[in-house]
């Protein structure tokens, strides 16, 4: 059973650099899914896709978001990461880390995903 555990600050801080990590852990290993993907809600908006990356490194980001995010995976320590720089409360969300066997750009719905983890609440408060 493949299960992906998030880790990340509650409050983060105007201005300052949001650091989040998923970890995959279970039998099948970091390599069943070639896609990791970050995907936020804001209270009382809709999901927004942040942006993917594949288990070789490729990543591809929101418009909207590219030139704030910065997605990396480490496959020794079977994780994979979001920076998010320059906060602003607008970035307040629940944050969420999906796994999928196929790339799904801008994809929000959870049945695209194989695995989706329960969320961070991640609040932007001085």
């Known amino acids: 059973q493949v299960q992906l555990q998030e880790s990340g600050p509650g409050l983060v801080k105007p201005s300052q650099t949001l650091f989040l990590a998923c970890t995959v852990s279970g039998a099948s290993g970091p390599t069943a899914f070639h896609y990791w993907a970050w995907i936020r809600q804001p209270p009382g908006k809709a999901l927004e896709w942040m942006g993917v990356?594949?288990?070789?490194?490729?990543?591809y980001h929101s418009p909207s978001l590219k030139s704030r995010t910065s997605i990396a995976r480490d496959t020794s320590k079977h994780h994979f990461t979001l920076q998010l720089l320059t906060v602003t409360p607008a970035d307040r969300a629940v944050y969420y880390c999906?796994?999928?066997?196929?790339?799904?750009?801008?994809?929000?719905?959870?049945?695209?995903?194989?695995?989706w983890r329960q969320g961070t609440q991640v609040t932007v408060s001085s």
């Open positions: 990356i594949s288990y070789t490194g490729s990543t």
């Open positions: 999906a796994a999928s066997r196929t790339l799904n750009l801008g994809a929000t719905d959870k049945n695209l995903y194989d695995y």
